[in-house]
């Protein structure tokens, strides 16, 4: 055997050794990958519960407070995980921003939202879930909160590694009624709010769907099936970005920054009007030279939807991070005022270092563990583009704005999910009455049943798991939280 003949078989066993080397270390990577995300989210945890102990040491209960900012941090976490997807997942499934981008920008106006425009004042019982004045004693009333804080985030973390988008608030909302069911019996529960609460559950997801429709359909009859799109697009896509600055002048006006500018309804349904106006008159120029030079094509039209849809996505964070992270805490927040004061009261305001828990532990972890649901909004549900995903996010604001007029209390999450499967319920409509009109004017053979359910453009078994989670997510978390809350009776006692 030659020395060049040794030679290759020497190279042939290096490359084999480092393939398998490299087998090995991306099969490492990707065991690793969970477990670090999963020790930094206990990291945090950790770091949370030990500022709550080094700041409340002296307190009658400081052991109840760690444990508590240790939950909050958690449910933080899983907010993060969960919620946040409803906002960004669009944006990413129409590719109008990248994974990366779209965890940046959340987590900072997720922060931003929080800590500028936060809940300065909470309800101690979830929004009148419960009576304080049913509750024998402020132990089990801290026995309560820290049983809805844990069993919320314990469902919102299952609906995550399921991949169902579920709503934080509602998981908040059954934590607090099956505590309460617990300490004081069925009647300590407001059942009329409960009902208004349950309502939502068909009544968000519907209008949020209806109004998504709507808009694609105008959007489909007014552009995109017009000789001439370019010229249609530089006629409407400015009163439709305009029409979006109103809806979320409005939007953040009554929901993100209502504790630091609160007018009421006709003062923001005002000034969104003002908005709206003013961006339209901006926007026509602005599209004009965004339009010039496009060929007269749906894939040019994209190109103008792009930057409104992100700034939707940022502006729908923010409001999030306002409004939903002070429910997430309130039971956190609740625990350290009734630790401090010896007694529970019906509104007080959040403490900072809760509100950093809420929007750090947000942020964290949506870069963890945001990525799967974004997946699954964005792009598992029904194929977004652009102009769909801005339908979308339009109908969030604009279905809040409504159903705040009519005093219902309404989810983000089931709002824009249902905006997702308003828009993929059309176009399997529009789709099929097309296709009739086709067949009228050019009989063929009838299409087998394999065919049309290939066809279909909206996945059900994403839409089956969903809606389950929708529904069972008030009573699995209280039925966790009266568990849990007997587990904490029993320790205790």
């Given at each position: 055997m030659t020395d060049r003949d040794l030679e290759a078989r020497h190279l042939e066993t290096l490359d084999r050794d480092l393939g398998r080397l490299a087998r090995a270390e991306r099969a490492l990577s990707f065991v690793g990958r969970p477990i670090v995300g999963k020790g930094i989210a206990l990291l945090f945890m950790f770091a949370a519960a030990l500022f709550a102990a080094l700041t409340f040491g002296d307190v009658s209960n400081p052991i109840i407070i760690v444990l508590a900012a240790a939950f909050g941090a958690y449910m933080a976490l899983n907010i993060g995980a969960n919620d946040?997807?409803?906002?960004?997942?669009?944006?990413?499934?129409?590719?109008?921003?990248?994974?990366?981008?779209?965890?940046?920008?959340?987590?900072?106006?997720?922060?931003?939202?929080?800590l500028l425009a936060g809940g300065d004042v909470v309800s101690t019982i979830a929004k009148g879930i419960v009576a304080p004045s049913s509750l024998d004693s402020v132990d089990v009333f801290i026995w309560a909160m820290m049983a809805a804080l844990l069993s919320s985030a314990l469902w919102v973390n299952l609906a995550t590694w399921v991949g169902a988008p579920v709503s934080t608030t509602h998981s908040v909302v059954g934590g607090v009624m099956g505590a309460g069911i617990a300490a004081a019996g069925f009647a300590a529960?407001?059942?009329g709010q409960m009902g208004m609460i349950a309502a939502s559950w068909v009544i968000s997801p519907f209008l949020g769907g209806v109004i998504a429709a709507g808009f694609l359909w105008f959007i489909k009859a007014r552009i995109i099936y017009q000789d001439d799109k370019i010229s249609a697009a530089r006629r409407w896509v400015p009163m439709l970005v305009g029409i979006m600055a109103g809806a979320f002048t409005a939007y953040l006006v009554m929901k993100g920054l209502k504790n630091v500018l609160d007018i009421g309804l006709g003062g923001a349904l005002l000034l969104g009007l003002v908005a709206a106006v003013a961006t339209w008159a901006v926007m026509i120029p602005v599209i004009r030279r965004q339009s010039r030079g496009l060929e007269n094509r749906n894939k040019s039209l994209k190109v103008l939807f792009g930057?409104?849809?992100i700034v939707s996505a940022a502006l729908l964070s923010f409001a999030h991070g306002a409004n939903d992270v002070a429910n997430a805490v309130g039971p956190l927040a609740a625990i350290v005022q009734a630790s401090q004061s010896g007694e529970f009261v019906d509104a007080f305001a959040i403490p900072i270092w809760v509100m950093l828990i809420g929007a750090f532990g947000i942020s964290f972890g949506l870069f963890l563990f945001g990525p799967r649901l974004i997946r699954v909004v964005g792009g598992e549900i029904t194929k977004l583009n652009p102009m769909r995903a801005y339908c979308v996010a339009l109908s969030a604001a604009i279905t809040v704005i409504f159903a705040s007029w009519l005093g219902l209390p309404v989810s983000s999450t089931h709002i824009a999910v249902g905006g997702i499967f308003g828009v993929g319920f059309f176009r399997e409509w529009y789709t099929e009455r097309r296709l009739k009109a086709a067949k009228l004017a050019i009989p063929e053979a009838p299409v087998p049943r394999e065919e049309r359910r290939r066809r279909k453009l909206v996945r059900r078994s994403h839409f089956m798991t969903i809606a389950a989670a929708w529904i069972i997510?008030?009573?699995?978390?209280?039925?966790?939280?009266?568990?849990?809350?007997?587990?904490i009776a029993l320790i205790a006692g």
């Open positions: 946040v997807a409803n906002n960004m997942g669009p944006a990413v499934g129409a590719n109008a921003l990248t994974m990366g981008g779209a965890i940046a920008i959340a987590a900072i106006c997720e922060t931003a939202g929080a529960v407001s059942w930057i409104p849809l997510t008030v009573p699995a978390a209280a039925v966790l939280s009266a568990l849990i809350f007997y587990l």
